[in-house]
């Protein structure tokens, strides 16, 4: 039962972190640096959205109660956020172009809001509030740990990466990731809808 909570919840955060997007993006900002400079700056990539994640997992239950938002609104909210966000990958919109002169783009555009974007906070605000044991809640924030490890892997490794799945599959890639968060986006929804109609 633990083992298998946390392979769902490890495929499902991973998948959400979009990390075949991600890792296109990255390729494409990072295109004039060199070796040293591209791993420095997927370490902080993976620094970043390890923070932001872990910010978001651990306090959605109290932002919740702070703005009085219940946890299946949140749902449809998210939900519907994630799902637009999936349909943005499958239409493959380039958002990297407006950021190629930024300063720093280890944290923006890189880890919020390419990687941690409005989805996955949603997704994480609700996972976090969902969590009702501490067993729990320490596998989900196991599982989310070695999600974003795993992103930050795949980055760093980039070049190899790019070499292994050549340009077609640069492409191809962040359409199945989308195709696979859709389906996320949409079960979510559904929770959210069903648990609403029951209490009403």
Known sequence: MIVQTFINFYL???????????????ISLTKDFDDIEKKRTAVRVTVGVMISSFV???????????FGITLDAFRIGAGTILFLSAITMIAEKDDTKKHANS???????????????????????????EAESLTEKLIIGI??????????????????VKRLIGEQGLVI??????????????????TGVQNFLHLN
């Open 12 to 26: 499902k955060i991973f998948f959400i972190l979009t990390p075949f997007f991600v890792l296109s993006a990255f």
């Open 56 to 66: 978001f997992y651990l306090f959605g239950k109290y932002i919740f109660e702070l």
């Open 143 to 160: 599982a989310v740990f070695l999600a974003v490890i795993s992103v930050g892997i795949i980055l760093y490794l980039s070049s190899s």
């Open 103 to 129: 300063s720093d783009i280890a944290i923006v555009p890189l880890a919020m809001p390419m990687t941690v974007g409005p989805g996955v906070i949603g997704m994480l605000l609700v996972t976090g509030a």
């Open 173 to 190: 890639l962040p359409k199945i990731t989308g195709l696979f968060v859709s389906a996320i986006a949409a079960q979510i929804i559904f």
